[in-house]
């Protein structure tokens, strides 16, 4: 049992999956849904509280390996987790969690189906953060992708039908250029191997040619880059989060992106140092320019609440791929720790953001006002969620913001000082949308939808999974260690202290 | 007869072909069996043959770890068994079996002779698995010919529709121009083989292995160049590659659908399956000729597929030309072969998977068209996951395969055919197959779509009438085939297991 605790994370939601798709009756249904997402949200909690006693194999724990005909291809399940992949697998299973029981209670049309999908998306999310063959990794990213596009095509909001092309039209150009940059990164390497230890010792002892190299990072990063949304490759973004429905925003934005960043941290800066050197300078330039200052101002601009979280999660994006192009190991940690924050205040930006609608009835934030003084929870969470996102110390967003701040020091001055502005406009927007959301006096529209339908408080069904995620939240901003002290082992590992920590100031 | 005559008969291994042979047999069975047997009954001759091709197949496979032929040439060389020629001949027997039980649903709807179908297919079938395993351009032409034949018959049997017979019509001509094109080739090659004064030469030229043999010895002759291409435009309009493709939405149209089953998905494996013998063995040291030839076709097939596939709206044509994108992706695993082996089991897994994802898509239209069967529209398509989850979710997972999305067969079947063009050092192509996977999402997407997303549609007038064809009841036979197809392009996604392993361990 313990020992094919991962592959449990990745079938139980399958499963349930499954069991819904069979045809239970809906009330039924959600038993098996919730106990679907249960399951690897306890064995994330499990693993992340085991994980420093636990047997390592190259820095690996809790390591699995499964065969399924493909070993002559070097292609084999092997799961586990290192101090990297631990901290998103627990954002994946607290995140699924929220998400999940969010959308139990969400009385969405045909929810059987809507509860499958989305278990499908989650055992994904699982696979992905606790594969270590490069091959499962795409794999499971792609099993957690599909059921979005289909999410967002059905049970989105307005324009879901062009969000959803664009969504898959976009994200699908993106995971064929990463699978491209992977299957070059096994051929080139000379390993003939997906699998990520075997591919570091080959690289270690022989190495990619320069050029090769430089072209390899190139697909990567455009590749990972899209589906991270990085500027100008983020027009899906906003648009399909605008869209979907919250339970699959929550996931898309808050796990299943950081696929990309999660794969350039543990796979492409380690193993392509050179040409992660050659690209450092661009990437960094559209991450500062792009993301945070274009983005940025754009999300100021906004006037749909969820829109507005959407080009605010784009926005983030930037900070993180600031952190990468350090090339650094305290880049590359800031950018985990960030991740994991920001994943977790996007999703209950959304949860919340859902919440808010279902009060007012519309996400154009010139009609709201006021809520607060019928809504108090909702406002102290989505005010709580607000200073999370913009980065106040207590909450887990500093210490990854911080800690990325100060590799960028070392990398360049001129584009840390952009980039801490950026944190000014993100101060702008989201107290903006909190303030015309929860405070002033109620607009006129807002008066009448009141009138017809009172506005009651945050009910527990939706209070619960929204404090999973402020728990999390606060209890990482005070303990940041209970992840960083695990992260930073393996990135003395990932990220010898040799590599070129500073390319071009 | 003369004895010598009688012994070379007697000598030759006839148990080598039972499968082949019991396969005729029992299309002949069923045609004796239409005529003594009272016109009541006559129903029961398709399940009859549904499951006498089961049998068939079922007790092909129980022998295929016995006594069996494989690396031997038979009947004086005309046919050489190998394991992949064994793999082709599972594979057709499943695409007979599949396209009667498709017949069994499509031939309900019209006022048809409902028997002959299945006596054709069996035989085309047949003539298909002998076309895996020849080794010899006579039998190859003969079986080719045998094929293409029943396909003229299959093509216009709707004989009242004006569309089926145009279509027929038209596989008629371009099939016959093909035919032409590789006899002029063939014969190009025997004569220039044939020719004493040149080393290497043979008398029984059309022997593939002495064809190789002499090509061997002269790389560089200008006749054999010429014949050589000419062979392999032959095969392209099989296949359906550029510029040979002209005839296939049409054709694809006026074809009753399980007919455009069975030429999309066998008639163009079996293309690949011959295109691989003559390219890996027969023609291998005229590589520096078929490798330029084929990955400029490789490339124009995949983009011209893909864009012209974008803007159709019959589902028929709409596939079609997708097929057409499907050839280009495996021509590139064909290029590769030539230095990776691991290319030639990729070809045979992405065709395996090919099998099982269009065979399901093609079983959802069948339930979806009327009695006009060349008009299947994207519209016809709207709400069917609602009214119908069941072949909604066919119609999905076999779309997704055919665009290869992960964790389904057709993903797998790709990853391969990348794997080995990257290892073959194949970029440019690669990158032209990479655009056409992302514009066929595009159009795959908008399939799913169509069954999928709830889109407005106005509300019937009174005394107006829904203009879509009813859509037929599936009956139990038809949706465990479906069900099954459908299973095993998800378990194959995710688990390969042993056939994985045979395939890609060489």
Redesign the interface.
């Known amino acids: 049992m313990f020992s094919h605790l991962l592959l449990l994370s990745i079938v139980a939601p399958l499963a349930a999956a499954a069991v819904i798709s069979a045809g239970l009756p809906a009330r039924a249904a959600k038993v098996v849904a919730a106990l679907g997402f249960l399951a690897p949200a306890l064995i994330a909690l499990h693993v992340w509280y085991h994980f420093p006693e636990s047997v390592q194999d190259h820095g690996y724990a809790f390591k699995e390996v499964y065969a399924?005909?493909?070993?002559?291809?070097g292609i084999k399940l092997s799961l586990g987790l290192n101090g990297i992949a631990l901290p998103l697998f627990v954002l994946a299973g607290l995140v699924g969690l929220a998400a999940g029981l969010y959308a139990i209670q969400s009385g969405a049309e045909r929810i059987k189906t809507y509860l499958a999908l989305l278990l499908v998306m989650q055992a994904g999310l699982m696979g992905v953060f606790a594969s270590i063959d490069i091959?499962f990794f795409?794999?499971f990213h792609?099993?957690a992708l599909?059921p979005t596009?289909?999410m967002v095509?059905?049970w989105g909001g307005k324009d879901?039908?062009y969000a959803?092309?664009k969504m898959?039209?976009y994200l699908?150009?993106g995971a064929?250029?990463s699978?491209?940059g992977l299957?070059?990164i096994?051929?080139k390497s000379g390993a003939e191997n997906f699998d990520l230890i075997t591919l570091r010792q080959t690289i270690l002892q022989a190495g990619i040619h320069n050029h090769t190299q430089n072209v390899i990072f190139g697909l990567l990063m455009f590749g990972f880059g899209i589906l991270v949304s990085l500027w100008p490759l983020h027009t899906w973004a906003p648009l399909g989060y605008g869209a979907a429905p919250s339970s699959a925003a929550m996931l898309h934005a808050g796990v299943l992106k950081k696929f990309g960043l999660y794969g350039l941290v543990q796979i492409a800066v380690p193993l392509l140092p050179l040409g992660a050197a050659h690209w450092a300078q661009p990437l960094a330039w559209l991450a500062v320019a792009g993301n945070i200052l274009v983005i940025g101002f754009i999300t100021i601009a906004q006037r749909d609440l969820k829109q507005m979280v959407g080009y605010s999660s784009v926005m983030h994006m930037g900070y993180a791929f600031l952190g990468v192009a350090t090339l650094s190991a305290v880049g590359a940690g800031g950018v985990v720790l960030m991740m994991v924050a920001h994943g977790l205040s996007v999703a209950l930006l959304f949860l919340l953001s859902t919440s808010v609608y279902h009060r007012t009835q519309t996400f154009d934030l010139t009609e709201m006002g006021g809520l607060a003084q019928k809504t108090p929870v909702l406002a102290a969470f989505f005010v709580t969620a607000t200073m999370a996102s913009i980065g106040l110390p207590g909450l887990a967003n500093f210490w990854g913001e911080l800690t990325i701040f100060v590799a960028a020091w070392a990398f360049s001055k001129t584009l840390t000082v952009l980039a801490v502005s950026g944190v000014v406009i993100s101060a702008i927007y989201g107290l903006r949308a909190a303030a015309k959301v929860f405070f002033g006096q109620p607009t006129e529209a807002l008066t009448k939808v009141l009138a017809e339908k009172p506005a009651v408080d945050l009910r527990w069904s939706e209070k619960i999974p929204a404090l999973i995620l402020i728990v999390a939240l606060f209890f990482i901003g005070f303990w940041p260690k209970s992840l960083s002290t695990p992260l930073n082992a393996a990135l003395e590992v990932v990220y010898p202290a040799k590599a070129p920590a500073v390319a071009g100031k | 007869m003369s004895p010598e005559l009688i012994q070379a008969a007697a000598d030759n291994r006839w148990a080598a072909i039972a499968p082949e042979i019991s396969l005729g047999c029992l299309a002949l069975f069923l045609l004796v069996l239409e005529v003594f047997l009272p016109k009541k009954q006559h129903a029961v001759i398709p399940t009859l043959a549904i499951v006498g091709q089961l049998g068939l197949l079922i007790g092909f496979l129980w022998n295929l770890r016995g006594v069996n032929f494989v690396a031997h040439e038979t009947f004086s060389g005309l046919l050489r068994h190998t394991q992949e020629g064994q793999f082709m001949r599972v594979f057709f027997m499943l695409c007979s079996i599949l396209v009667s039980i498709l017949g069994v649903v499509a031939l309900a709807k019209q006022k048809m002779p409902k028997i002959e179908f299945f006596a054709i297919t069996m035989v085309v079938s047949a003539a298909m698995m002998l076309l895996a395993q020849s080794n010899h351009f006579v039998l190859f032409f003969v079986a080719l010919e045998t094929v293409t034949v029943g396909f003229y018959i299959l093509v216009g049997y709707f004989r009242t529709s004006p569309l089926s017979l145009e279509a027929g019509l038209k596989y008629l001509i371009t099939g016959a121009l093909s035919s032409a094109i590789l006899l002029f080739g063939i014969v190009l090659l025997y004569g220039v083989a044939g020719n004493p004064t040149l080393p290497g030469s043979s008398s029984d030229s059309m022997n593939f292995n002495a064809l190789r043999v002499f090509l061997e010895s002269n790389p560089q002759n200008f006749l054999a160049s010429v014949g050589i291409v000419f062979v392999l435009a032959g095969v392209a309009f099989k296949i359906g590659a550029v510029p040979f493709q002209i005839w296939i939405p049409d054709v694809y149209q006026g074809a009753p659908t399980p007919v455009t089953a069975f030429l999309a998905v066998a008639s163009k494996a079996a293309g690949f399956s011959v295109l691989l013998i003559l390219t890996q063995r027969v023609f291998g040291s005229y590589y520096y000729l078929t490798v330029p030839v084929l990955s400029v076709m490789a490339g124009a097939t995949i983009l011209f597929g893909n864009l012209a596939a974008l803007t159709q709206h019959n589902v028929k044509r709409l596939i079609g030309l997708s097929g057409v994108s499907h050839a280009g992706y495996l021509l590139i695993a064909v290029i590769a072969a030539g230095s990776q082996p691991?290319a030639a089991g990729a070809v045979y897994f992405y065709l395996f998977a090919y099998l099982l994802a269009s065979f399901a898509v093609f079983g959802v239209m069948t339930h979806l068209a009327g009695a006009n069967d060349a008009d299947q529209d994207l519209e016809h398509y709207t709400g069917l996951a609602k009214a119908h989850p069941f072949l909604g979710a066919v119609l999905a997972i076999g779309l997704?395969s055919l665009a290869g999305?992960?964790?389904l067969a057709g993903?797998m079947g790709k990853?391969?055919i990348?794997?080995a063009a990257?290892?073959a050092g194949l970029y440019p192509l690669?990158a032209i197959a990479?655009v056409g996977?992302?514009i066929s999402?595009?159009y795959y997407?908008?399939w799913i779509?169509a069954a999928?997303?709830?889109?407005w549609t106005a509300p019937l007038l009174e005394g107006e009438t829904d203009t879509r064809p009813a859509r037929t009841r599936v009956g139990l036979m038809a949706g465990v085939t479906l069900a099954s197809l459908a299973v095993a392009t998800l378990v194959l996604g995710?688990?390969?297991?042993?056939?994985?392993?045979w395939l890609?361990?060489r």
Do not use: N
């Open positions: 399924t005909g493909l070993q002559s291809l091959f795409y794999f792609e099993l599909i596009f289909i095509g059905v879901r039908g959803a092309m898959t039209i699908t150009a064929m250029l699978l491209l299957i070059a096994y051929y | 691991l997704g999305i992960p964790p993903f990853l391969f990348f794997i990257f290892k690669l990479i996977v992302v999402i595009y997407f908008g779509k999928y997303f709830e889109t995710f688990y390969q297991g042993a056939l994985g392993e890609l361990s």
